[in-house]
């Protein structure tokens, strides 16, 4: 891979990263609730599992994957169920929240690991990355040169673009969330955020293989 192939390469992966979507809208919605420790943990889950994909891809089983309008529906199901179960899942938390004497409202304790597999799910389940990995990753590789090595270097970037994409999306939602000092305003946001998460369930309904 030259240089101006690499630069293409993190241009396209840099905007395609950042653009909106699942991942990104989970990271906000942990950052503002959560804290920054659970953004970290389902960001490291978001990036494991790119790196699963970016591995199929190389393998060619990705392109079976894509090739198969069955099978690509069935991942695809399954990301569009989860997401609608994660809005379900908070617009109920909107009406359980607990309030403690000082005013603090209280959120359901979860260990890291539940948020890195959320993470993780949303990746790999997700058809964005899925779509890049095997149309879009395969045009800036160059078959006159090693191929392992320029693999090795655009997952790497890739994964890099994405965590810290998460990551800052996280953070400046945790900077934001004094607005959720006030248990109404709580409510309303997971109300919101479910009714995102479905919206973006539904939506994911619209990509095609091809």
């Given at each position: 891979?030259?240089?101006?192939?690499?630069?293409?390469?993190?241009?396209?992966?840099?905007?395609?990263?950042?653009?909106?979507?699942?991942?990104?809208?989970?990271?906000?919605?942990?950052?503002?609730?959560?804290?920054?420790?659970?953004?970290?943990?389902s960001a490291f889950g978001n990036?494991?599992?790119?790196?699963?994909?970016?591995?199929?891809?190389?393998?060619?089983?990705?392109?079976?994957?894509?090739?198969?309008?069955?099978?690509?529906?069935?991942?695809?199901?399954i990301g569009v169920i989860y997401?609608?179960?994660?809005?379900?899942?908070?617009?109920?938390?909107?009406?359980?929240?607990?309030?403690?004497?000082?005013?603090?409202?209280?959120?359901?304790?979860?260990?890291?690991?539940?948020?890195?597999?959320?993470?993780?799910?949303?990746?790999?389940?997700?058809?964005?990355?899925?779509?890049?990995?095997?149309?879009?990753?395969?045009?800036?590789?160059?078959?006159?040169?090693?191929?392992?090595?320029?693999?090795?270097?655009?997952?790497?970037?890739?994964?890099?673009?994405?965590?810290?994409?998460?990551?800052?999306?996280?953070?400046?939602?945790?900077?934001?969330?004094?607005?959720?000092?006030?248990?109404?305003?709580?409510?309303?946001?997971?109300?919101?955020?479910?009714?995102?998460?479905?919206?973006?369930?539904?939506?994911?309904?619209?990509?095609k293989a091809n």
């Amino acid at each position: 891979m030259n240089y101006d192939t690499l630069i293409v390469y993190l241009l396209v992966s840099f905007f395609y990263i950042i653009s909106p979507g699942p991942a990104i809208f989970l990271a906000v919605y942990n950052g503002a609730v959560n804290g920054l420790r659970c953004v970290t943990a389902s960001a490291f889950g978001n990036i494991i599992g790119l790196m699963l994909l970016s591995i199929l891809s190389i393998s060619g089983l990705s392109a079976i994957l894509l090739a198969s309008s069955t099978v690509f529906m069935i991942v695809k199901s399954i990301g569009v169920i989860y997401l609608i179960y994660l809005g379900i899942k908070q617009i109920r938390t909107s009406n359980s929240l607990k309030v403690k004497k000082s005013g603090e409202v209280t959120h359901q304790i979860k260990g890291l690991f539940s948020y890195f597999k959320e993470g993780f799910f949303v990746s790999v389940t997700n058809p964005k990355p899925i779509i890049f990995f095997t149309a879009l990753f395969p045009q800036f590789l160059n078959t006159d040169q090693p191929i392992f090595s320029q693999f090795v270097i655009m997952t790497l970037i890739f994964m890099f673009f994405s965590f810290l994409s998460l990551s800052t999306y996280g953070y400046l939602a945790n900077r934001a969330k004094g607005f959720l000092s006030n248990v109404n305003n709580v409510k309303w946001f997971h109300r919101i955020s479910g009714g995102l998460f479905i919206g973006m369930g539904i939506s994911i309904l619209a990509i095609k293989a091809n």
